[in-house]
């Protein structure tokens, strides 16, 4: 059981591509269904939440094609917009384009409908969490294709984790971190620090302004427990969740215990 101070944000799992949405994107349908393949954090959902209570996950309900709740709002912020991959993407993971250009109505429609009820649900989750329990920790969860993309401009001589520990200068405490990552490596991963992917989401009114939110961001080699190019699950992938789950809770155990 993870304890009732627990906020699990799960932004990328969703296929869901609007109607309403799709002829925004200039792929056919098997172009956009490879995109959606390469970008979903596929089962992600199923590998953190599982058996959670639905007051405390925070899920998008729509790919984060059509907007990334991951991303800030306003491109002016956000670094990713440089390569075409703001909230509202016009590029593909190749850094082809990906939909046709948007005039700001269309942009401000997309954030109405899909970016900001999001965040509303998470600053909902974290404030009530807040007035009953006095502090929240976040927990952004994600996974990560076993090669690297174009769009990440890594370096390719650079390899992989199992698991990658994402950190936020002000939410994460270096004890917070270190839990994840020994709970991790003491199951047997290999685990990184911020690489290939970085930070930890929290709501936008505690970011960077309130200590009793803290925030954390664990994201799964997708090789571990899926079968990269279709998505389909592997055979042993309740055995990961249940890994996962554990490594989870006894990272929060220890970092509860040592704080009080
Ligand atoms: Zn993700």
Known sequence: ?????LVL????????????VRSQ??????????????????HTLALFADQTSEAQV??????????DVERFARDEDEPMAARGMGAVYSLTCHLLPLRRPLVAEERGKLM???????????????????ERHGRCLVLDCHSFPSKALPYELADPASTRP????????FHTSLLLAGAFASAFERAG??????????????PNSRFRSDKRVAAVMVEVNRQLYMYEPTGER?????????????????????CASLQT
């Open 1 to 5: 059981m993870y304890p009732p101070w």
């Open 9 to 20: 944000h799960v932004p990328h799992d969703s296929l869901v591509v609007p109607d309403s």
């Open 25 to 42: 994107f200039l792929l056919d349908d098997s172009e956009l269904k490879v995109e959606l393949d390469r970008m979903t954090d596929h």
């Open 58 to 67: 925070v899920r998008a309900p729509v790919s984060r094609l059509v907007v």
């Open 112 to 130: 109405q409908d899909y970016y900001h009820p999001h965040h509303a649900h998470l600053e909902r989750a974290v404030d009530r969490t807040l």
């Open 162 to 169: 199992e698991i990658c520990i994402g950190s936020d200068d």
């Open 189 to 202: 991963s290999i685990v990184k620090l911020n690489d290939p992917f970085r930070g930890a989401l929290v």
């Open 234 to 254: 592997l055979p042993d992938f309740n055995r990961v969740v249940q890994k996962i789950r554990r490594c989870c809770g006894s990272a929060i155990a220890a």
